[in-house]
């Protein structure tokens, strides 16, 4: 198998030539694996830096030692200072009259836990280094859904792009299918993180955008953390889902799956 070709690859080589600092941000799912196998056989070693934004007891057990497993530079793994449920109880307490919880409309989850550390990240690692380029890189792809079908392979991060910086964000897997994906990490010799055995996606392990599978996979592996979910659901009085709770979805797996048996 040939690699795929990676998106703007002129882009690529230009930043390449010009010495940028890319930073790939490796989430320990499928994607982001396959992302840094492409990008380790076009960018030098030395100009790559990998990022992993913790998010604590609520993402895969193991996930870190997996990437870990699977590159061949340090892992840099950066926190928020608060945690998803500080995060849902602060909102409850600010704004008690609206859903506490993040929704694929106001993924605050993802701006607060994940974009926002990276990119302080980014800043500091970029002053310690005296580098003014570089490219913010992610592993996102068209075929995840509609809000993903609009993205761009460049684009400029004007949150970055201050005090003499130039950063442009960078999504170069943008055209690969899940099969292409799933292929490349078979093809470099590796595996995919054990969850896919089940899940569809790698995200935290009770995502507010998981489907019903995943959700029940995870409930399966991690009950203590189900209970901690259901016990917010209880104290914010708000369901994690717009008017659904997370053990009705997860309740109704559990049901198809017993009258298939
Ligand atoms: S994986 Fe899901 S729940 Fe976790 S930060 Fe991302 S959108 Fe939020």
Not at 34 to 40: G, N, R
Not at 57 to 70: C, F, L, N, P, S
Request: hydrophobic letters at 35%; a positive charge; aromatic letters at 8%.
């Amino acid at each position: 198998m040939t690699f795929s070709p990676v998106q703007d690859r002129a882009f690529l080589d230009t930043m390449i030539d010009r010495g940028a600092v890319f930073y790939l941000s490796h989430s320990g799912g499928k994607d982001s694996q396959a992302m840094y196998a492409i990008l380790c056989r076009i960018i030098p070693h030395r100009q790559v830096c990998v990022v992993h934004a913790d998010l604590g007891k609520i993402e895969w057990t193991g996930v870190q030692d997996h990437i870990r497993a699977t590159i061949t530079h340090p892992l840099n793994v950066v926190r928020a200072g608060k945690t998803f449920f500080e995060m849902v109880r602060h909102r409850n307490r600010t704004r008690p009259d609206v859903p506490p919880w993040p929704s694929s409309a106001t993924r605050q989850c993802t701006s607060d836990l994940k974009r926002g550390p990276i990119q302080k990240f980014i800043r500091h690692d970029m002053k310690a280094r005296g580098a003014k380029l570089a490219v913010n890189v992610t592993g996102i792809r068209w075929a995840e859904g509609p809000a993903r079908a609009k993205r761009k392979p460049v684009t400029v991060n004007a949150t970055l792009s201050k005090a003499g910086r130039e950063v442009y964000d960078y999504m170069p897997i943008l055209a690969l299918s899940e099969a292409e994906v799933f292929q490349t990490i078979a093809t470099v010799g590796q595996k995919p993180f054990h969850a896919y055995s089940r899940n569809k996606r790698l995200s935290c392990v009770f995502c507010i955008m998981g489907c019903e599978n995943d959700l029940a996979h995870g409930a399966d592996q991690r009950p203590d953390l189900y209970r901690e979910y259901l016990d917010l659901e209880d104290e914010t009085g708000w369901t994690m889902f717009n008017g659904q709770s997370l053990r009705e979805r997860i309740e109704g797996v559990r049901s198809n799956q017993e009258q298939a048996a």
